[in-house]
C-alpha cells in the first residue's frame, strides 16, 4: 500500500476505476470471456444486408449458415459459410476481428476478394463484407449480423 494515500482515497480510486481493475483482465466485451481464447467458435445463422453494388445485382442477398472454429488460446478462427466460402481471421481480446477469403474463379472466370471486419459478442456478431469482382472490376458491400445457435 502506498503510504501517501490513505485508505478512503484507495477505496475512492477502486470505486471510480474499479471496473477495470476488478475484472483483473482488462476490458472485453460484455457478456464474453476473453473473445481472443474463448466463446467465438459455434454455428452463426447469418443475414445479409446490402450496403453498396456496382456489379448491377438487384436482388437481396441469401441469409446463410456460418460455423466459426477456433483452437482454444488462439487468437486465430475460420469461418466457413453455408456459400462455400472459408474466411481466415484474427478476434482480438475486446471481440473485433477481421477475416480475409479468396473465392474463385467461379464457372464464369470471376474471382472473388473478400474482407470481413466486425466485433464478436456473447450471442454472436456484426460485421461489414468488402467484395472486390476481378476480372468484372466490380464491388459490393454487405452487413452481416450473425445469431449464435
Known amino acids: 500500500m ?3 494515500r490513505s485508505f478512503p482515497t484507495l477505496l475512492l480510486a477502486l470505486a ?3 471496473p477495470s481493475i476488478a475484472r483483473c ?5 460484455p457478456g464474453m470471456t476473453n473473445p481472443g481464447t474463448v466463446g467465438v467458435s459455434g454455428t452463426y445463422q447469418i443475414v445479409q444486408q446490402n450496403v453498396e453494388n456496382t456489379c448491377g445485382d438487384t436482388g437481396t442477398p441469401q441469409n446463410v449458415q456460418g460455423t466459426v472454429t477456433q483452437t482454444q488460446g488462439s487468437t486465430a478462427f475460420v469461418l466457413r459459410d453455408s456459400g462455400g466460402t472459408n474466411f481466415t481471421g484474427e478476434v482480438q481480446s475486446n471481440g473485433s476481428f477481421t477475416a480475409t477469403a ?3 474463379p467461379d464457372a464464369g472466370g470471376q474471382t472473388y476478394t ?4 466486425g466485433t464478436f459478442t456473447a450471442n454472436g456478431f456484426t460485421a461489414r463484407l468488402s467484395v472486390d469482382v476481378t476480372p468484372r472490376n466490380c464491388r459490393f458491400t454487405r452487413d452481416w449480423t450473425g445469431t449464435k445457435s
Open 25 to 29: 483482465g482488462g476490458s472485453g466485451t
Open 102 to 104: 479468396v473465392f474463385g
Open 114 to 117: 473478400q474482407r470481413l471486419t
Open 16 to 18: 471510480l476505476g474499479g
Open 2 to 4: 502506498n503510504p501517501s
